[in-house]
């Protein structure tokens, strides 16, 4: 480590100095709670174990698992040794799983006991990892994850720069496979410091931790309250009564959301009449009834954004109200720039690929030069996304590129390619073009229109069910249409603009 660098490790050094003897974490499943002296001093015993299983600067740990200390005790030490988290989707199928795994070749696997069954089905598959580790409070059939902690706290610590990698988040599967973002320290504290200065966050506001830690969103929303010297209240997963429960008690005031995240909490809070005006700040998706009616009864303010995980989760942020539908202004630390195809800018109010540059931008895909390359060009971040800005500078997003298009269930990415060819493995179906449609709980469905081949018959269910035995449940369609034929190109392909045309309507 340079004179110059700090890492997530330096942090938590620095929030005992700072805060000390302050609430860092509440668990909501057992009460406990960790102060931010507490942390750090299991930071360290985790890292000793760790570094006594084999664990050195550069090696990646993979975690597959719920939202816990444990997990996010495991981000600590990962940091304090220079090794690289791979957090994984819980609701991605085994194959998958075994994919991210092998695609970043993982020394250890930590899992939660409700998942280590589909690990053990992949031992004989991955064979980079080593050892395998219960994770979360519940334990399970691999080795004790407490056991780590009882082997001291004296460590030999990583010359760890800012820019060295700290975290790989796999993205949705283009052209049919996940690429592995990875991420600096450089880059989640970058993130902080703006969410910490766009929120106003201070040490009195308090974090209900609802999004998974292995998304972008929750891992990012995570850091930024730890940054700030703020508690926070971890949900294993979402439950609306808990929600809204916990929100009373802990005088919870900010919280990342994605439909029907929100919705859920407001007709919780109706049902019950339990206090919910300490959340001053709501962010992420949403529709536009959810967020006038979230800031109807509570009076805070909902904040818009455009990001992905290469940017650190955001590139533009701003209230909703400073310019409702848009996806809010550029950050402090960052410009974001629309082009064309050729890489010239485009004029205010016409439509251009987001391009990006500054310290959110990631360090690149993974093992994949030249995608690298590629999403690099010229020297910006190419995010396959279009967009506009107006004359006040407010991002206007205008969907995807063709070459990336991209449906959002619920938060989630999800690629028409890689659902596409699961569909097509179904021995009934000729033709398909996948798409994303209105939804009025997840606000973007995926729907798939389908050519049956000549004498075959199936059901919709049949189809949905079919894709959702074979990759993660939340890529399978809600809706699927037959037709008796397609729109075609000149090549013979499926004329995907016509088809969304014709069959992409309110479902």
Same mark, same amino acid.
């Given at each position: 480590?340079?004179?110059?660098?700090?890492?997530?490790?330096?942090?938590?050094?620095?929030?005992?100095?700072?805060?000390?003897?302050?609430?860092?974490? %509440?668990?909501?499943?057992?009460? /406990?709670?960790?102060?931010?002296? $507490?942390?750090?001093?299991?930071?360290?015993?985790?890292?000793?174990?760790? /570094?006594?299983? @084999?664990?050195?600067?550069?090696?990646?740990?993979?975690?597959?698992?719920?939202?816990?200390?444990?997990?996010?005790?495991?981000?600590?030490?990962?940091?304090?040794?220079?090794?690289?988290?791979?957090?994984?989707?819980?609701?991605?199928?085994?194959?998958?799983?075994?994919?991210?795994?092998?695609?970043?070749?993982?020394?250890?696997?930590?899992?939660?006991? !409700?998942? $280590?069954?589909?690990?053990?089905?992949?031992?004989?598959?991955?064979?980079?990892?080593?050892?395998?580790?219960?994770?979360?409070?519940?334990?399970?059939? %691999?080795?004790?994850?407490?056991?780590?902690?009882? $082997?001291?706290?004296?460590?030999?610590?990583?010359?760890?720069?800012?820019?060295?990698?700290?975290?790989?988040?796999?993205?949705?599967? +283009?052209?049919?496979?996940?690429?592995?973002?990875?991420?600096?320290?450089?880059?989640?504290?970058?993130?902080?410091?703006?969410?910490?200065?766009?929120?106003?966050?201070?040490? *009195?506001?308090?974090?209900?931790?609802?999004?998974?830690?292995?998304?972008?969103?929750?891992?990012?929303?995570?850091?930024?309250?730890?940054?700030?010297?703020?508690?926070?209240?971890?949900?294993?997963?979402?439950?609306?009564?808990?929600?809204?429960?916990?929100?009373?008690?802990?005088?919870?005031?900010?919280?990342?959301?994605?439909?029907?995240?929100?919705?859920?909490?407001?007709?919780?809070?109706?049902?019950?009449?339990?206090?919910?005006?300490?959340?001053?700040?709501?962010?992420?998706?949403?529709?536009?009834?959810?967020?006038?009616?979230?800031?109807?009864?509570?009076?805070?303010?909902?904040?818009?954004?455009?990001? /992905?995980?290469?940017?650190?989760? +955001?590139?533009?942020?701003?209230?909703?109200?400073?310019? #409702?539908?848009?996806?809010?202004?550029?950050?402090?630390?960052?410009?974001?720039?629309?082009?064309?195809?050729?890489?010239?800018?485009? #004029?205010? @109010?016409?439509?251009?690929?987001?391009?990006?540059?500054?310290?959110?931008? %990631?360090?690149?895909?993974?093992?994949?030069?030249?995608?690298?390359?590629?999403?690099?060009? !010229?020297?910006?971040?190419?995010?396959?996304?279009?967009?506009?800005?107006? !004359?006040?500078?407010?991002?206007?997003?205008?969907?995807?590129?063709?070459?990336?298009?991209?449906?959002?269930?619920?938060?989630?990415?999800?690629?028409?390619?890689?659902?596409?060819?699961?569909?097509?493995?179904?021995?009934?179906?000729?033709?398909? +073009?996948?798409?994303?449609?209105?939804?009025?709980?997840?606000?973007? @469905?995926?729907?798939?229109?389908?050519?049956?081949?000549?004498? !075959?018959?199936?059901?919709? *269910?049949?189809?949905?069910? %079919?894709?959702?035995?074979?990759?993660?449940?939340?890529?399978?369609? $809600?809706?699927?249409?037959?037709?008796?034929?397609?729109?075609?190109?000149?090549?013979?392909?499926?004329?995907?603009?016509?088809?969304?045309?014709?069959?992409?309507?309110?479902?």
């Amino acid at each position: 480590m340079g004179l110059y660098d700090f890492t997530f490790y330096d942090l938590i050094n620095r929030n005992v100095v700072t805060y000390g003897d302050k609430a860092a974490w %509440f668990e909501v499943d057992d009460g /406990q709670t960790l102060t931010f002296s $507490q942390y750090k001093e299991k930071v360290d015993s985790l890292a000793c174990g760790l /570094q006594k299983a @084999g664990i050195n600067k550069g090696d990646r740990i993979g975690a597959l698992g719920k939202n816990s200390l444990e997990y996010f005790l495991l981000y600590g030490a990962a940091a304090a040794l220079g090794a690289i988290m791979l957090p994984i989707n819980w609701r991605l199928s085994a194959d998958e799983v075994g994919y991210n795994l092998n695609d970043c070749g993982s020394k250890l696997v930590f899992a939660d006991k !409700e998942f $280590q069954d589909n690990i053990k089905g992949l031992k004989d598959k991955l064979p980079s990892v080593e050892k395998y580790f219960n994770l979360g409070p519940e334990g399970g059939g %691999f080795s004790d994850f407490q056991a780590l902690l009882g $082997q001291g706290n004296e460590f030999d610590g990583a010359d760890v720069a800012t820019d060295d990698g700290f975290v790989i988040i796999h993205t949705a599967a +283009v052209a049919g496979r996940p690429r592995g973002a990875l991420l600096s320290h450089g880059n989640v504290l970058c993130a902080d410091m703006h969410f910490g200065y766009l929120l106003n966050l201070t040490p *009195q506001d308090v974090h209900l931790n609802i999004l998974p830690l292995f998304h972008v969103g929750g891992l990012f929303m995570v850091t930024s309250s730890f940054h700030a010297g703020i508690m926070n209240v971890n949900m294993s997963g979402f439950d609306a009564a808990k929600a809204v429960e916990m929100i009373e008690e802990k005088k919870v005031s900010m919280m990342f959301t994605f439909a029907p995240i929100l919705s859920s909490v407001l007709e919780e809070h109706e049902k019950t009449g339990k206090d919910i005006s300490t959340l001053r700040v709501s962010a992420g998706l949403d529709t536009p009834d959810t967020i006038e009616k979230y800031q109807e009864i509570t009076g805070g303010t909902f904040y818009c954004m455009y990001g /992905q995980t290469e940017t650190s989760c +955001v590139a533009t942020f701003g209230a909703y109200n400073d310019r #409702p539908g848009s996806a809010g202004k550029t950050l402090p630390l960052a410009e974001v720039r629309l082009v064309d195809d050729y890489d010239h800018p485009v #004029p205010v @109010g016409e439509v251009g690929e987001i391009t990006m540059k500054g310290p959110m931008v %990631f360090k690149g895909y993974w093992n994949l030069p030249e995608d690298n390359e590629y999403t690099f060009r !010229e020297g910006w971040h190419h995010t396959g996304d279009q967009g506009r800005f107006d !004359e006040d500078g407010f991002l206007w997003y205008a969907g995807r590129k063709a070459e990336k298009e991209l449906i959002k269930p619920g938060g989630e990415n999800v690629y028409p390619a890689e659902v596409e060819k699961v569909v097509l493995e179904h021995p009934a179906v000729e033709k398909t +073009v996948v798409f994303g449609v209105p939804d009025p709980k997840w606000k973007e @469905g995926i729907k798939a229109v389908c050519k049956l081949k000549e004498g !075959e018959a199936l059901e919709p *269910q049949e189809l949905i069910d %079919f894709v959702g035995e074979r990759i993660a449940r939340f890529k399978k369609p $809600q809706y699927v249409e037959f037709v008796a034929d397609l729109p075609l190109l000149e090549d013979g392909s499926p004329d995907r603009a016509k088809v969304k045309e014709l069959y992409g309507g309110e479902q």
